[in-house]
């Protein structure tokens, strides 16, 4: 018993108290949408009236497009994950397996060019986009495949950068030898390469698909229609400004809007942990 | 080789062949007006768009609406020729700036436009003396009291904080601003204190006198929002955060609330007790700012080629009977036009109009904005300097007072 | 079998659909983009169809078939974007200096006129007279009579044939026939320009469809000589190099209200080093964005580590501690961001009503600071769990077993075995955390906004800016925003985060392996 104690008990102790850290915020928001007076005000631990008022406004208020909110957000940024990783791997795949000349003056340039932030350039990526939305204005400023663009654009460095990490965990050796059988490096990408890659380029495309969830500043100058705005946006709005202070609403539309992602997460850690260690674990 | 020659070709003439399907595309539908506008405006204007859609015969509107006026502000900014508006309706301090920067047309007014609107309204939205736009509506702050606890309007500023000190225990503060925020809504309390950003003439025009005695207000906050050892004294909170709140659970006797939100607290059974906020010295009242939002031309109209028609839209919503009285409907704020305010007012439209009868300081752009450092600015962090940090309210408040002359004399060239 | 999809006709046909498909959309954009006069972005998409088609109707270079669509992306998303900001940087672009010469020159002509004494201003109609020139029909309230004006004459119009309209305003004559709404309309881009002939000092220009005012020019533009001239005063007006034109007389007197972006090169970099009011702010902070990506990343990975030392052990409930653990990253940041925000609100906050305290945490520098940093210890510390507990499990246990047969206690192992080995494993990531906090804009912005400023004290800088945030308020600043001066910071930045990733990069030996 003692023994047990030495060795284990420090590690409950830790790990119950970091737990309460993490969820405490949390806990705080779930009795926040039940409190109908709209204030983050922590008066009490255990709520002293639960109601639903927050939750049946966002659904049934019609100057509240929460539904579209979330449906423009998961379209976006699904799309942004999966397309992003279909361009990204196959250069990724050129950038770890190939070889070329100017290989490694190319990556050189490649990591420079990622690590400039793209917040920096907002201004001229808005230029651009507002260019673009002239001639062709499906996909220009204010749209959202416009916002699509950008994202996939944005994130193409960081992402080609990030899959080659991951690439390179994956052993080489099965296309070594189909290359020794003649294969052609097409052959090798499609029939040997991506079966073996999908458990990563899946975690890759989840955390994609979380960035541009969660991403705010370009999102709030792009789209502006209401029925057009992002969920970040569109609950940012509740809270933002000076004339609102809606905390309410905005607890449970976080809530509602964060399960699913939350849920999908937990239940991929695993393929999460390994894909977030293979980028480092290659000593 | 030949096949890879036949495959060229082929590409590009299946590229060429599919792009003549499509015309070159048309340039903006002929002859549509883009307003843009906040969240809250925006789809009033819709509405309103709605209800009759002969504004200008042979025009059409599009409105876009933003989340905030910070958004709505952040793409103006960033608008160029392309995608810019041809009307927004914006603030009025964004005037100098819009002008600088190139964005704003000069409008003049038929005398029937003009004498809708005071010659203080029209001011509000010129710049080096050329108007850009019309006003649209009034935004004013007044202070409302909770008469379940306080019987009558404070006389003076003194008397409220002699309430509160006398009723400190079941009080969380006495006067705490629920609108406008700690710069344009707390300037009433500023300048209750004698911190005036600028003053104004009898005959209109800006004093350039100094216009805050440093001494004055470090004497004054001492006395009134300060403890003997130098602590605030818990009747003027350093934010606006709560406010709305305990004042409606009658936690605050004293709040300055906006003429935006006076609906809200009528829905909680509260009666417009309103005045502005109470000077020093009995009987008197201490200025807050009365500003107009205005409907702006942008230069962007003449590169649309719609200028005329957006320059009539402009007459014809805002500057009308019909339009005024319309909009003033579906918006609920005060008008900015005579017809406007005169149409059916509410007791809340009453009583923030009576406000700014009493005294009101028009916001001017040029000065407030500054030069390193604007009014905006200066005015929180002094609430913050001398009633969270405890720092000494003369140190401060002689910085306060350096910061409006420098601000008071480059506006004052600019103007 | 499958490898026949790689191979052959069908394959072929395939490949030939796709390329000319996408051909065919980027050609009907980059004829939208020529039609427009957006050369620049048409002269790229006809690089981009010639070299998609190049790549793969070639076999000239494989490596370029599998990143040319990256590759793309990257020059039209990041490369441009950051040549962009590259130039901006080298201009006075700021508040008051937005326009480009021409624009400025034009806009400065159309405001540069004054109105009569009076400010006499007639209800008019717009038509064409008897020779189908545009005209207005007005009733002149100065001396009461009717006229038609045309750019070049005026002629008075006999009381007796003119028709008025419901709103008491002249709408026809015998020699004048009103315009329809939708003739009106269709000359919107012409009419405001016209000027009406009134008495040869003044003119009548329109103001809408339906009044005219009078006007004079009051400046003048020498085309030759690239100046202004004050027709009233005589005072010239000369182009400064610096994006205004300024009274030869008074250096500091701009004409008009706008000015324009005028190259100045080096400027903004030189002035944030030898001015003291830039100076000062960039390098405050500067050094609290070294110190607050350095505590994120060294509190992150601290805790994040002991909790995978702790549970890196088939302890009870470690599935359940594991779920809870993570999800503060599983939560959406933007989100959480904000209810922190809340938490720490002085009145209602929690985090007051937890410590029964009543802390202004946003309002003093250094309980923002400390406020900052824990909501990124809550945000970033999951990570560092994860990454560190599989970074555990890859240390062969053959080290420690046998260290342990040596004699050594567990902290020895920890400190000398398994410590180094983590770090040496996961110091890429460390690096990769820090460059990512030194531009964690998202955090810093949605929290505290940057704040507080000590604005009395003239500082333009908040306590928890880091610098992306600072750059991005100059950059965006109500009333006086400096898109160059921005630009230059964005470029110093950009310099910085990559010099520290490309020596920590070094130091971890990972650029070794590009070769």
């Known amino acids: 018993m003692k023994k047990w104690l030495r060795n284990n008990l420090w590690r409950h102790a830790l790990a119950i108290s970091v737990a309460l850290f993490s969820l405490f915020p949390l806990y705080l928001v779930v009795i926040s949408s039940f409190n109908p007076t709209g204030s983050l005000n922590l008066t009490s631990f255990i709520p002293r009236e639960i109601s639903f008022a927050n939750y049946t406004l966002l659904f ?95 994130a193409m460095g960081v992402n080609i950068w990030l899959l080659k990490g991951f690439v390179d965990t994956i052993p080489a050796e099965l296309d070594e030898a189909a290359k020794v059988d003649g294969a052609s490096p097409m052959q090798i990408y499609w029939l040997i390469f991506i079966p073996l890659a999908t458990p990563v380029l899946s975690v890759v495309m989840l955390l994609s698909f979380i960035g541009t969830f969660n991403e705010f500043i370009l999102a709030r100058l792009f789209l502006v229609d209401m029925p057009d705005r992002t969920i970040a946006v569109g609950l940012q709005s509740f809270i933002g400004g000076q004339y609102a202070a809606n905390w309410g609403p905005f607890a449970a539309g976080s809530i509602i809007a964060s399960v699913p992602i939350v849920a999908i997460f937990l239940s991929l850690q695993k393929y999460i942990v390994n894909g977030l260690t293979a980028g480092s674990v290659k000593g | ?84 508006p041809d009307i927004i309706l914006a603030a009025n301090d964004w005037v100098p700036t819009a002008a600088k920067a190139g964005k704003l047309a000069p409008v003049t007014l038929t005398p029937k436009v003009k004498e809708q609107f005071t010659a203080g309204q029209l001011f509000d939205l010129s710049y080096k003396g050329k108007l850009y736009g019309l006003p649209v509506d009034v935004n004013n702050v007044g202070m409302i009291y909770n008469a379940k606890l306080v019987k009558s309007a404070p006389k003076s500023f003194g008397d409220m904080v002699d309430y509160y000190l006398a009723n400190k225990a079941s009080l969380k ?75 409606i659970a009658g936690k605050v006797p004293f709040a300055i609330i906006g003429n935006w939100e006076w609906k809200d607290y009528l829905a909680k059974g509260f009666a417009m007790n309103l005045s502005p906020v109470p000077g020093t010295a009995s009987g008197t009242y201490a200025p807050s700012f009365g500003s107009v939002s205005g409907a702006l031309l942008t230069t962007y109209a003449a590169k649309h080629g719609v ?26 704020r005060p008008a900015a036009s005579k017809d406007g305010a005169s149409f059916s007012p509410t007791a809340g439209q009453k009583g923030f109009a009576k406000v700014a009868g009493i005294t009101s300081l028009p916001q001017i752009g040029a000065i407030l904005n500054g030069d390193k450092t604007s009014y905006w600015d200066a005015l929180p962090s002094f609430w913050t300097a001398v009633l969270v940090d405890g720092k000494a309210p003369a140190t401060e408040a002689a910085k306060l007072a350096a910061i409006y002359k420098a601000n008071l004399a480059k506006g004052i060239s600019d103007l | 079998m499958l490898v026949s999809v790689f191979r052959g006709k069908f394959a072929l046909v395939l490949k030939l659909i796709f390329l000319a498909a996408t051909s065919a959309i980027l050609g009907l954009l980059a004829q939208h983009a020529l039609a427009q006069g957006e050369f620049a972005i048409a002269i790229f998409l006809i690089f981009a169809i010639l070299s998609i088609n190049f790549v793969y109707l070639t076999s000239k270079s494989i490596p370029l078939k599998f990143f040319l669509p990256g590759l793309l992306f990257l020059l039209a998303f990041v490369v441009g974007p950051i040549l962009y900001t590259l130039a901006m940087s080298g201009f006075q672009y700021q508040t008051g200096n937005i326009l480009s010469k021409p624009e400025a020159i034009e806009q400065l002509i159309k405001t540069g006129v004054a109105q009569d004494p009076d400010q006499t201003i007639f209800d008019v109609t717009i038509g064409k007279n008897k020779a189908g020139e545009i005209s207005i029909l007005y009733l002149n309230t100065t001396t009461n009579v009717y006229a038609i004006s045309t750019e070049k004459t005026r002629t008075i119009e006999p009381a007796s044939g003119v028709k008025m309209n419901d709103f008491d305003v002249p709408s026809s004559s015998p020699n004048f026939t009103a315009l329809t709404t939708d003739e009106l309309g269709s000359l919107d881009a012409s009419i405001p320009k016209l000027k009406f002939f009134y ?152 985090i007051n009503n937890l410590l029964g305290t009543h802390i202004a945490w946003f309002q003093n520098a250094a309980f923002a600071r400390a406020a900052v940093i824990l909501v990124n210890l809550w945000l970033g510390f999951p990570y560092f769990y994860l990454v560190a507990s599989g970074a555990l499990q890859a240390i062969p246990s053959e080290l420690s077993e046998a260290a342990a047969i040596d004699g050594a206690s567990p902290r020895q192992i920890f400190n000398k075995i398994t410590l180094p080995l983590l770090l040496k494993i996961l110091s890429p990531l460390l690096i990769a955390s820090f460059a990512y906090n030194f531009n964690n804009f998202n955090l810093i912005y949605l929290l505290t906004g940057g704040g507080p400023i000590a604005q009395l004290d003239g500082d333009i800088a908040g306590g928890t800016d880091i610098l992306i945030s600072y750059t991005y308020k100059i950059a965006f600043n109500e009333g006086n925003s400096d898109l160059g001066l921005a630009s230059a910071i964005s470029v110093i930045i950009f310099l910085l985060v990559a010099s520290i990733s490309l020596y920590g990069l070094k130091k971890s030996k990972v650029l070794e392996d590009f070769a």
């Not at chain 1, 920096?120 to 651009?128: C, Q």
């Not at chain 2, 006495?174 to 003053?199: D, E, N, R």
């Not at chain 3, 400046?219 to 202004?228: G, L, S, T, V, W």
């Open chain 1, 60 to 154: 049934h208020d019609p100057r509240i497009p929460y539904l579209t909110w979330m449906k423009n957000s998961l379209i976006i940024a699904g799309a942004v994950a999966v397309l992003s990783v279909v361009i990204g791997a196959a250069s990724a795949f050129a950038f770890s397996r190939l070889r070329f000349k100017g290989k490694v003056s190319g990556l050189k340039l490649l990591l420079l060019v990622q690590m400039f932030p793209a917040i920096l350039a907002i201004s001229a990526v808005y230029v651009i986009m507002e260019r673009v939305q002239t001639f062709a204005p499906g996909i220009g400023l204010g749209s959202k495949p416009g916002l699509l663009l950008v994202y996939l654009g944005g």
């Open chain 3, 199 to 350: 008495d040869g000092e003044y003119y009548l220009g329109l103001e809408g469809f339906q009044a005219a005012s009078l006007y004079k020019q009051a400046i003048r533009y020498d085309e030759a000589k690239d100046q202004f001239v004050d027709l009233a005063t005589g005072d010239i007006y000369k182009d400064n190099g610096r994006g205004n034109f300024a009274n030869v007389n008074n250096k500091e007197q701009f004409l008009g209200s706008v000015g324009w972006r005028a190259p100045i090169w080096f400027e903004h970099y030189t002035k944030l080093f030898t001015e003291k009011r830039l100076r000062a702010p960039f390098i405050s902070v500067f050094l609290w964005t070294i110190s607050f990506a350095g505590l994120s990343v060294l509190t992150t990975f601290a805790l994040g580590l002991l909790l995978a030392l702790a549970l890196n052990k088939a302890i009870r409930g470690r599935r359940i501690y594991r779920s809870i653990l993570i999800l503060p990253y599983a939560m959406p940041s933007v989100m959480s961001i904000l209810i922190w925000g809340g938490m720490f609100d002085t009145e209602f906050g929690a």
């Open chain 2, 173 to 247: 503060a006495g006067l705490c601003v629920a609108g406008g925020g700690m710069s344009w809504g707390a300037l009433g309390v500023s300048t209750a204190l004698g911190a005036y950003p600028y003053k104004i003439k009898d005959d209109g025009s800006v004093d350039s006198a100094d216009p805050m005695n440093a001494t004055t207000v470090a004497a004054n906050v001492s006395k009134y929002l300060l403890t003997s050892d130098g602590k605030s004294n818990g009747f003027f909170p350093a934010t606006d955060t709560g406010c709305k709140d305990n004042f």
């Open chain 2, 307 to 332: 200028e005329a028609g957006a320059k009539t839209a402009l007459f014809n919503i805002f500057g009308s009977r019909t339009g005024a009285r319309m909009y003033q409907k579906i918006e609920g």
């Open chain 2, 1 to 84: 080789m030949k096949k890879r020659l036949s495959v060229v070709s082929f590409a590009a003439a299946a590229a060429v062949a599919l792009a003549g399907f499509a015309a070159v595309p048309a340039h903006a539908a002929g002859g549509e007006i883009v307003i843009w506008a906040d969240g809250q405006r925006g789809p009033n204007l819709q509405k309103l768009m709605s209800q009759k859609n002969d504004w200008v015969a042979g025009y059409s509107f599009k409105i876009v609406s933003y989340s905030s006026f910070d958004a709505l502000k952040a793409a103006f900014d960033n608008a160029t020729e392309k995608s810019g």
